[in-house]
């Protein structure tokens, strides 16, 4: 199964609020809002505090960033065989290009590029679909070396049509496009792995298969080609690995330096038991103000939920705002046991839950330039178990996409009512940002898998299952007496604002991310339906009037939601949990199949039609990305580095080409 732990998806009042306009959004002087191309606006982010950071701390920071932009190539190619050779062709041709660059084809390629740095591929970073160009292949292959094998990858739209597929009753293995498996299909592949697993530690199993490419010889041989330093993704991982040994003198204390030679061992010999210790070391090490996270973390690229992608986020602590997640954390075990969810299924004693809020420093990876709000790791379920979770907000990242949002008509055009849009106004931030904290923190914490259950069970279904899990964690408990009572909530009416936000993100506004017609595959993206759809379903007729819980009613012709009972919507919200807990803790496959496949996967036409036209009179991007600011190492005569500089004007596409020069060892 898949672990997933983070939120994709921008703060479902943000998603409602959302605005690009013409005018740089500003905060002190600070201009957030860059650059817009396609479905894409790119923002800015302020990393407030660097300058107070000491000169040790300013250091360690800046090596570990350094270590973050060389996993770039990993993900490019681990996204897509071709897209190394399909970017640097590329960059090629906008660099040297001596034609007329206002002609159309130019400027279609133009977009076509930056959606692929974006996208870290030719495919979608959000829908996985591969893009279309605009321009044409007769102009594309005249002004390059292009051979047919790859034109046909560029424009025939049948070849390498999804990077995930997800389509119920496919082989899943095959028709990706991603670059995990060569040559097997997708029984071969789980046949591997639940081999390995039967022969591996069923107390404290490893990750199998999460930093592999898994490959068929022509002898028809199946064996794992690992990422180490001396094997695949060696010269990049290499260079990872000296700006880790380079940042090592400076960390906070000995524990962190612990945790970067752990790391260095773990890239160099590949060993899973080794990133066992990494992960203890570094969910442990809670002290210092600076952290990272580095290396194969996520498995949303892989349609069977264990390879994992690499990525990289350098930050430092919030300290004002990190109080409000020490009060989730130190409440951990009340939550556990006041939970919905069957007792045989909870935690006994919940251990090592820390969070914390935090700025970014840099984002690389499968975290730039589209990122994460929330993440909660490691993800080992035996190590979560056994030693806790660490989980962080990342707060500069929340208000910059807050800063670029405000005010184009989206709670006008969207928003059931006054009333409605009013409490959104009113709560939508703290809620939003309390949501995030208990779907990481805690939501992602909870519960606990049966003996003899495989992580992995739920195969292509785990990660909608574990987000849908910790999204009704945070949905639940937003309306419990208990953060009143903590102070973290100013009143018992302001979670009604997120559950406004959360029903017409999860019916309505987030398809207007999809392509009409289409069906939703994205993991994030099904939860929220799954979680809308089953509370509208079985919501009918169950509000205290006798009205349906939840609506869905026209006026004037156009769709909205109405909640008639916020209370009954809460108790559905735990009956959901409950039962979604008991599919985790059981595995239980086919439950998880057909909940997913029944409310998260399906969209309705015609209002799929309605809501992308009433979309489109706004004018907004739907998609948002970063744009990373610029570290600079000052030294002195002797190569000592007397400070570190940070700077916002780097611009997108000079951003692009300068990370694919300075930080690609091809």
């Known amino acids: 199964m898949k672990k997933i732990i983070r939120s994709l998806l921008l703060p479902a009042s943000v998603m409602l609020a959302s605005c690009v306009g013409s005018t740089q959004q500003q905060e002190e002087g600070f201009n957030y809002i860059d650059e817009r191309f396609a479905d894409i606006q790119m923002l800015r982010y302020n990393v407030e505090g660097f300058d107070a950071l000491s000169l040790q701390q300013k250091t360690f920071v800046y090596y570990l960033q350094e270590a973050a932009l060389w996993g770039r190539d990993i993900l490019f190619d681990q996204n897509g065989r071709y897209n190394l050779e399909i970017r640097r062709m590329m960059e090629k041709l906008y660099q040297e290009y001596d034609g007329d660059r206002e002609c159309a084809d130019f400027k279609a390629f133009e977009v076509y590029l930056k959606r692929l740095w974006f996208s870290n591929g030719i495919h979608h970073h959000y829908g996985s679909e591969k893009f279309s160009p605009e321009f044409s292949r007769e102009w594309f292959v005249a002004q390059t070396s292009c051979s047919d094998e790859i034109a046909e990858v560029i424009f025939n739209p049948d070849v390498m049509p999804k990077r995930v597929n997800q389509a119920q009753g496919e082989d899943l293995v095959l028709t990706s496009a991603s670059n995990y498996y060569h040559g097997v299909t997708q029984a071969e592949a789980e046949a591997f792995y639940a081999r390995v697993k039967a022969e591996g530690d069923q107390q404290r199993p490893v990750m199998h298969g999460m930093n592999s490419t898994l490959v068929k010889a022509e002898d028809g041989t199946i064996y794992e080609e690992r990422w180490t330093t001396n094997g695949k993704y060696g010269k990049s991982l290499t260079k990872v690995v000296e700006n880790l040994k380079l940042a090592r003198p400076y960390a906070e204390d000995a ?7 752990k790391l260095v061992e773990y890239y160099e010999t590949g060993d899973l038991h080794t990133f066992d210790q990494y992960a203890i070391a570094w969910l442990q090490n809670t002290e210092p103000l600076v952290d990272f996270v580095n290396g194969f973390t996520e498995s949303y690229g892989d349609p069977l939920g264990m390879k994992a992608s690499w990525e990289s986020i350098v930050n430092f602590k919030d300290l004002d705002a990190t109080k409000r997640t020490e009060q989730l954390s130190a409440n951990a075990q009340w939550f556990e046991d006041n939970s919905p969810v069957a007792p045989e299924f909870k935690k006994e004693q919940v251990k090592g839950v820390s969070a914390k809020v935090i700025r ?22 035996w ?6 979770s660490k989980s962080v907000t990342i707060a500069n990242l929340t208000n910059a996409y807050a800063q670029s949002s405000k005010g184009n008509g989206m709670l006008d055009e969207f928003v059931y009512g006054e009333e409605e849009a009013e409490l959104i106004r009113k709560y939508g931030e703290v809620t939003d940002a309390l949501h995030t904290d208990l779907h990481e923190c805690l939501g992602h914490g909870s519960g606990k898998l049966l003996p003899g ?6 195969k292509a279904y785990g990660s909608t299952i574990e987000e849908a899990r910790a999204d009704l964690f945070a949905l639940y408990y937003l309306a419990d007496p208990k953060l009143v009572e903590l102070g973290l909530m100013p009143d ?3 979670y009604k604002s997120n559950y406004i936000s959360q029903m017409q993100n999860g019916l309505l506004t987030q398809i207007v991310r999809i392509k009409l017609g289409d069906q939703i595959e994205e993991a994030h993206m099904r939860n929220r339906a799954l979680i809308a759809y089953w509370a509208y379903e079985h919501g009918k007729g169950k509000a205290e009037n006798g009205q349906d819980v939840i609506e869905m009613v026209k006026r004037d012709g156009k769709t909205y939601v109405r909640i008639n009972d916020y209370e009954a919507l809460r108790t559905l919200f735990g009956e959901l949990l409950a039962e979604i807990q008991r599919i985790k803790s059981t595995g239980d496959f086919e439950a998880a199949r057909k909940l997913v496949e029944t409310y998260g996967v399906h969209i309705e036409y ?7 036209e009433r979309y489109e009179t706004l004018n907004i991007a739907p998609y948002k990305g970063f744009i990373n600011p610029v570290y600079t190492a000052v030294k002195d005569a002797e190569g000592n580095i007397t400070d570190v500089t940070v700077s916002y004007t ?5 951003q692009m080409l300068r990370y694919s020069k300075d930080y690609s060892v091809e």
């Open 255 to 261: 524990k962190q330096q612990e945790v970067i030679d």
């Open 360 to 381: 970014a420093a840099i984002l690389g990876g499968d975290l730039y330039p589209s990122t994460a709000i929330g993440i909660n790791l490691p993800n080992s379920n």
């Open 383 to 388: 190590v979560r178990a056994e030693h806790g």
């Open 453 to 458: 259950v495989d992580s992995e069970a739920l």
């Open 492 to 494: 018992a009416e302001a």
């Open 606 to 612: 015609d209002i799929h039609k309605e809501i992308l």
């Open 650 to 654: 780097e611009g997108y596409a000079e």
